[in-house]
């Protein structure tokens, strides 16, 4: 092929697509191996969208400042393209405000026929955001499978395709809940040798008791999250100031989201970082809070998948924040996604796949407590169940 059959062949998925698809036949060239989507073939298939619930069984129960809970509701989706699948899911905890129903109902208006192009990101994820005002969770099982199918039809996984070294890959925290100080014991005891940084559950009158009985086995370095649960910011201040003697590095959502000066209170006082959980969702959440946190967390259910994260952890940087790339109560399909971002953020909380009991996914794994990144293309899953 001469260089003006090329370009005129590559010129088929469009100056608006969010991956040029001039790095499709890069990738050919790269990766034999692999089977790769024909560029000659685009627009010539059809993406066709399919979902069903999934209910995700804890191995412990989990119980953070507000409620516990067994179980958590989930959709798996598929999106397939000429022979390609890419995965996605949807994840509902309590406080997110969404459930099967609700994700469902959102899927079935989502129209895909007029797109031929899975290549162009932005316009597809454009048209799925401008469906509703909400709807986070639908939004990210879309946007994580349209993600995964591009990486797959490219032969490439996506923290490539991204331009990330998966060796920065950070530690990532194992999350432990409020619970009595037997079961707190036995689960750091489950930890001790897998992990590297423990997240703890706070928020109530016995967090002390819970730091106790942690650092009565273990001198890990630990994260704190408490989840709004602090209503007293003088107190709060005086907490933080306990937990940094006791070894914790940094702490989440210390207090009620709509008390933004109060959070700016401690954030200018606190010995350690205090990063916005709750507080944030999208990307246009990141302005408002700046100067009120240190950090973010990013969770892609709540700011609708990779796309939108990917803008928020540049945006935050460009603020001088910290970042945070942390998950629900998850497959490994949706922390397999975000573990492509890991590398281009400070702290990684992506052990949601890791609570559950009936993962239909192997992606993302932990060895020595450090995220390891699959080579496989796309998220880099392989079904198991």
């Known amino acids: 092929m001469n260089r003006r059959d090329f370009l005129k062949t590559a010129g ?110 932005e316009d597809i994820l454009e048209y799925v955001d401008s469906l509703s005002p909400g709807d986070t969770a639908a939004k990210a099982a879309i946007d994580i499978a349209l993600h995964d199918l591009v990486g797959n039809m490219m032969g490439q996984p996506l923290y490539r395709i991204f331009g990330l070294n998966p060796e920065k890959a950070p530690a990532t925290s194992f999350t432990i809940g409020i619970d009595s100080p037997e079961v707190v ?29 942690i650092r009565s086995v273990t001198d890990l370095p630990l994260v704190v999250d408490a989840n709004q649960g602090w209503k007293d910011r003088e107190k709060a201040l005086d907490m933080l100031f306990w937990l940094h003697r006791q070894g914790v590095q940094m702490a989440e959502q210390p207090m009620p989201k709509e008390r933004l000066d109060d959070i700016a209170w401690l954030s200018e006082r606190s010995p350690i970082p205090i990063f916005a959980d709750e507080s944030i969702q999208r990307l246009s959440d990141v302005k408002r809070i700046s100067g009120a946190f240190n950090g973010i967390n990013i969770k892609l259910m709540k700011c609708t998948g990779l796309n939108e994260a990917r803008k928020m952890i540049a945006y935050a940087r460009a603020e001088g924040m910290k970042v945070m790339m942390g998950c629900m109560t998850e497959t490994s399909c949706a922390v397999s996604a975000a573990a492509q971002l890991s590398p281009a953020v400070d702290f990684a909380d992506l052990d949601g796949n890791l609570l559950i009991s009936n993962d239909p996914f192997e992606g993302v794994l932990v060895e020595n407590g450090m995220l390891r990144l699959s080579g496989r293309p796309g998220l880099g899953l392989r079904r198991i169940r």
């Not at 560029?39 to 129960?61: A, D, F, V």
């Open 185 to 213: 014991r036995e689960k750091t005891l489950e930890a001790l040798g897998k992990y590297r940084i423990l997240k703890v559950k706070v928020g109530l009158d016995s967090d002390r008791e819970m730091i106790e009985t």
């Open 12 to 121: 088929l998925a469009g100056a608006a697509c969010a991956v040029p698809a001039t790095a499709i036949t890069a990738c050919n060239e790269v990766n034999k191996n692999v089977n790769i989507f024909n560029i000659n073939r685009l627009g010539k298939g059809s993406l066709k969208l399919s979902y069903e619930p999934y209910e995700l069984k804890l191995r412990h129960t989990f119980t953070v400042a507000s409620y516990s809970r067994t179980t958590t509701p989930d959709v798996q989706l598929r999106l397939e393209y000429d022979g390609f699948t890419g995965y996605g899911e949807a994840s509902m905890p309590p406080y997110l405000g969404q459930s099967v129903e609700s994700v469902c109902n959102f899927l079935s208006r989502v129209d895909l026929s007029a797109f031929r192009d899975p290549f162009c990101i």
